[in-house]
């Protein structure tokens, strides 16, 4: 008779002979269990792992991508694992968090080695160069769209994690990167107005490759835990993502949208788009922080010396009004749509 149990490994399987490695069984063993390679993880042997704190905090954050709503269902199994995971640190980052580990949800329609073997060596090429291992996870079938679910943990000293919660009026608003680039990225895989505007084919690939690959930016974190009072990813939109951090502050902003960094690519794509998608498309999975203005210059430097381009794009002010955004002649711009929702 089958019986679903929780292996030692951490994975929830079904089996007819618990003496035979099933299905599932030998699909954890031949593609995953290499990358368990934190002692806390005990090789998958037991049915839970230890993540020692050394004393510190334990940032804990999880994200799923879901095909057809995350990635399309023609992407590359190698860029869909990356994304998976990507989409966590970025969001350690953003805390001040050193990466520790991770555990991995997997719900898929079939065992096709054609899709495993790339998916699985890309997730452990990531795991090792953000040091960020797998502790373990559950691998499900499903008949519908396939997902994968992360949930990462990182460490950040007592009490020190950067929340949403602290920016103040005076604070330089300041973003790492490019804004856009992934929501003009999906515009051209999906035969948008981008696609038909822009001609340039390493242009297009450029903001493909943002849609696909998300750039944590880790290295920045220690910059962000000694010099932030606030800080978050922007996964949703720079607009709505930065209302979310004010909102929760009790701040306003105000935001010049000249300022906004932007790529070449979507420079020569934003005229058949507008501001508007750039900032409310989603998918940049940059740091976006409050940093006091007395710090911003140590900030820059850091971010230099780590090699992330950094960008100040406006100030902290008082009211918990809506932030503003103005154009290059101070008129204001309503911005109708702010980010991108489930539902």
């Not at 699909?27 to 839970?48: H, N």
């Not at 079939?110 to 890309?122: G, N, V």
């Not at 992330?308 to 711009?333: C, K």
């Amino acid at each position: 008779m089958a019986s679903q149990f929780r292996r030692d490994d951490g994975f929830t399987v079904v089996t007819q002979d618990r003496t035979q490695p099933s299905a599932e069984d030998s699909l954890i063993a031949r593609y995953f269990k290499p990358l368990a390679t934190d002692p806390g993880a005990f090789g998958l042997v037991d049915d839970a792992a230890v993540l020692s704190s050394s004393g510190d905090d334990i940032v804990v954050t999880t994200d799923a991508v879901v095909e057809g709503v995350h990635y399309l269902a023609t992407d590359p199994p190698d860029t869909i694992a990356r994304k998976a995971l990507r989409v966590n640190l970025s969001d350690l980052a953003a805390k001040g968090a050193v990466p520790a580990g991770f555990v991995l949800t997997l719900a898929l329609r079939s065992q096709e080695d054609a899709w495993l073997r790339p998916f699985a060596d890309a997730l452990g090429a990531d795991a090792r160069t953000f040091a960020c291992p797998l502790l373990g996870g559950d691998t499900v079938s499903t008949p519908g769209p396939q997902m994968i679910s992360i949930t990462a943990f990182g460490r950040v000293p007592k009490g020190r994690m950067v929340g949403r919660i602290g920016a103040k009026p005076g604070d330089r608003i300041l973003v790492t990167g490019t804004i856009g680039d992934a929501a003009l990225g999906l515009d051209v895989l999906t035969g948008g107005a981008v696609a038909a505007v822009l001609k340039d084919q390493t242009a297009q690939d450029y903001l493909i490759e943002r849609y696909r690959v998300p750039r944590p930016r880790n290295a920045l974190a220690g910059a962000v835990l000694t010099h932030a009072n606030a800080s978050m990813d922007v996964s949703d939109g720079l607009a709505g993502d930065l209302a979310k951090l004010c909102a929760a502050s009790g701040v306003s902003a105000l935001i010049e949208a000249d300022r906004i960094p932007k790529s070449p690519a979507a420079s020569l794509a934003i005229s058949a788009v507008g501001l508007e998608k750039l900032v409310s498309g989603g998918d940049d999975y940059e740091v976006l922080c409050a940093v006091p203005d007395a710090r911003c210059a140590d900030f820059m430097r850091e971010a230099e010396q780590a090699g992330v381009p950094v960008s100040a794009i406006g100030t902290v002010v008082v009211g918990r009004a809506a932030p503003r955004w103005t154009d290059a002649h101070g008129n204001e711009i309503a911005l109708q749509r702010l980010s991108y929702s489930h539902f």
